[in-house]
């Protein structure tokens, strides 16, 4: 015990002494390692655009969108603009990579450069000396990328970066769509996603200025239209009142530019006070209408708890009393009863073992036919890629509200671990369900 | 009493001497040990970046030995080479900062072979074979004497290198010399062979200098063998006259 001791003592020793020399000569260093870093950036900025102005030139400023950190505005001594410079990095999988893109004022590229990477040296080396000649004199909003460069990752990376530049300087299409409602919106983030019935899965974005302050949300998601689907947002604003409605595709905007204006007659109205039977009868209103319906139930919901019960069945008014089933992969089952009392449907909620023993968290909705009404994958760990298979299939199939066929395992091909840890769960879950109802 | 001292420090004198040379040429690490090859084939296209390679070793090999040595009898046996990585990488990761901070060009040219000195054997392999079995002083002339002798190796790689496929050596490129230029610059398309400046003409000059080396070593021995031979010749030839002079001292003897 105290020759463990003598060693963990020792060795602690060795540590905190090497650290404090490391640290003092990071202390030591830090300021001039700085400098020389900028220094060569600068170094970088003037091979790009050989005229710039370097002492009074340099407009920084800071990018919160993307992978683009800076974006530098260059002029030359006569205060004329002569381009952009972004600096963007990104991680891949062999460590960091920070991109500096110069652009002229009409858009071409002027040069991709490296200024810092952690990739291998041997990839990237032949990477910059063939491929990035390539984007020089290109459109950023319209850039060829070569297929096969033997780096990949690093060519990902730089390919990601100039992506976001391009966004900055072409605008974000999403962000644009939103800054045709809200003018003042600088950036947006997701923030949860949740079922809401005939709206389908619905994904609640909130948007904000450049103060970071609210200044509305959109609730994201698909509608299907002869057989087409379009992407679409149901805008409120930050104090609750309808703002409008979204298309983010040009083509759909078009198409569906009537029925948004039906629906411009509730905006800066509560959301409370929309009355969706006043619109006319036409198809392309009533697809929007049935969006907007089942968003407005769970938006208007004070009850949280039926708001949660809505998620797993559109009929919910209440739950039965919870209970604990035999398998031990069911961890919880309830029933939930419509508006009329009548018994709807029955929710299994549990985790089922994937690959390697991992838990997937999920649930699923049976409903008072037998038929399975609805499934969620709520959290796994899955491999990325194999698992998505095997979900994605299991969606198609539960889709179907055919119980047979999530049996079909060639559905999931590839991915048999995953496959049958579901299957596992929806057979114990029909189990207990043809148990309960006596089939 | 004074005498004594004398006669011991006047002992010490050459092996301290002796131990400091070694690594030069009789144990030159990469002549001789094949030791540190990594870096000797791949920064050494220039004599500035053999040499900037070559200082921060003896920094690192100095700093490591003295360090050990210092500590050697403190250090749990179970735990020893584990300690030993600590301290060499704890240098390492110090002098990389200081090169980052003071000779940029350097650093960006060295690149990944700074952080690579903590896996080079030469320092790891004196740590272990020299400075935890001998005293502080013994073990940083070590450190320096190798330390050198793998410059000076670098340095005869990085110049030959250099000079075949620039036909010039540059100086103030990688070093911070405050001045920049060429010791000599011969312009012409001779000293021109791009394949020096790669990787394999790191392989290309080592094995010439390895050659070289062998072959001056095996003429020694040649010659060494030859003497013998002669000697051994020598000695019968005297044997046998001693002999003769011996049956011819009897035969009179008799008559």
Not at chain 1, 377 to 402: R, Y
Not at chain 2, 126 to 155: C, H, P, Q, Y
Not at chain 2, 217 to 234: H, P, S, T, V
Request: aromatic share 10%; net charge negative; hydrophobic share 45%.
């Amino acid at each position: 015990m105290l020759d463990k001791l003598r060693i963990a003592l020792v060795l602690l020793i060795i540590g905190a002494v090497s650290g404090t020399l490391i640290w003092g000569t990071h202390t030591l260093t830090y300021d001039r390692i700085q400098e020389n870093r900028a220094r060569a950036r600068l170094a970088v900025y003037v091979e790009m655009f050989p005229e710039l102005d370097v002492l009074d030139g340099m407009l920084f400023e800071e990018v919160t969108q993307g992978l683009v950190q800076q974006k530098i505005t260059m002029r030359n001594a006569a205060g004329d603009l002569i381009g952009y410079a972004f600096l963007g990095s990104d991680t891949n999988a062999f460590g960091f990579i920070d991109v500096v893109i110069g652009i002229d004022p009409s858009g071409k590229i002027i040069d991709v450069i490296i200024t810092d990477h952690s990739n291998t040296e041997t990839y990237v080396r032949p990477l910059v000396a063939n491929y990035f000649e390539n984007f020089q004199g290109q459109d950023i909003t319209d850039v060829n990328y070569d297929a096969n460069t033997g780096a990949t990752q690093t060519y990902t990376s730089v390919q990601r970066i100039i992506e976001a530049a391009k966004l900055l300087v072409a605008g974000d299409p999403v962000l644009e769509a939103y800054q045709s409602l809200f003018t003042t919106v600088e950036r947006y983030e997701a923030v949860q996603t949740f079922s809401a019935g005939d709206a389908g899965t619905v994904e609640e974005v909130s948007l904000y200025d450049n103060s970071d302050d609210l200044v509305g949300t959109v609730y994201t998601g698909v509608i299907t239209y002869e057989d087409e689907t379009f992407e679409m947002g149901f805008a409120v604003n930050a104090d609750e009142t309808f703002a409008g409605i979204i298309f983010f595709d040009e083509a759909a905007q078009e198409a569906f530019a009537s029925a948004v204006a039906a629906f411009d007659t509730f905006k800066d109205v509560d959301l409370e006070a929309i009355d969706l039977d006043t619109l006319d009868d036409e198809a392309r209103i009533n697809v929007l209408k049935d969006f907007a319906s089942g968003l407005l139930r769970i938006l208007l919901l004070d009850d949280e708890e039926l708001a949660r019960l809505l998620q797993f069945d559109f009929n919910a008014a209440r739950a039965g009393e919870s209970s604990v089933p035999e398998s031990e992969r069911l961890l919880e089952t309830f029933a939930i009863f419509d508006e009329e009392d009548a018994f709807s449907s029955q929710v299994y909620i549990g985790e089922t073992d994937g690959y390697g023993s991992n838990p997937i968290e999920m649930w699923i909705v049976i409903a008072a036919d037998g038929t399975i009404k609805n499934y969620a994958i709520v959290d796994h760990n899955e491999t990325d890629g194999l698992g998505d298979i095997a979900f994605d299939a299991m969606e198609i199939l539960l889709g179907e509200e055919n119980t047979d066929n999530y049996n079909q395992s060639d559905a999931y091909t590839g991915a048999t671990v995953t496959g049958n840890a579901v299957r596992a769960f929806i057979d114990d879950a029909l189990a207990d369900f043809n148990e309960r109802t006596g089939d | 009493m004074a005498a004594n001292v004398a006669k011991k420090t006047a002992k010490k004198t050459p092996g301290q001497l002796a131990n400091f040379t070694k690594g030069f040429i009789k144990e030159n690490p990469v002549f001789v040990f094949l030791l540190g090859l990594c870096p000797a084939l791949a920064v050494t296209s220039t004599l500035e970046t053999s040499l900037g390679m070559g200082l921060l070793v003896v920094f690192v090999l100095v700093l490591s030995n003295i360090v050990v040595s210092l500590i050697k009898n403190f250090i749990p046996k179970e735990v020893k080479i584990p300690s030993y990585i600590v301290i060499i990488s704890t240098f390492v990761t110090m002098v990389g900062l200081l090169t980052e901070a003071y000779a940029e060009n350097l650093f960006e040219s060295l690149g990944i072979f700074i952080p690579l000195i903590v896996v080079n054997c030469l320092i790891l392999g004196r740590a272990e074979s020299f400075a935890s079995k001998n005293n502080v002083v013994s073990s940083a002339i070590d450190g320096l004497g190798m330390a050198l002798g793998f410059t000076f190796a670098l340095m005869l790689i990085g110049v030959s290198r250099e000079f075949l496929s620039t036909g010039a050596i540059a100086y103030g490129e990688y070093l911070p010399l405050g001045v920049s230029g060429s010791i000599f610059n011969f312009d012409t398309h001779l000293f021109n062979m791009a394949v020096f400046g790669g990787p394999a003409g790191g392989f290309i000059v080592i094995g010439v200098i390895l050659a070289i080396l062998q072959a001056i070593d095996l003429n020694k021995k040649k010659k060494a063998e030859i003497a013998r031979q002669k000697m051994i010749e020598e000695k019968k030839r005297l044997a046998l006259e001693r002999k003769r002079k011996k049956e011819l001292e009897s035969a009179g003897g008799q008559a």
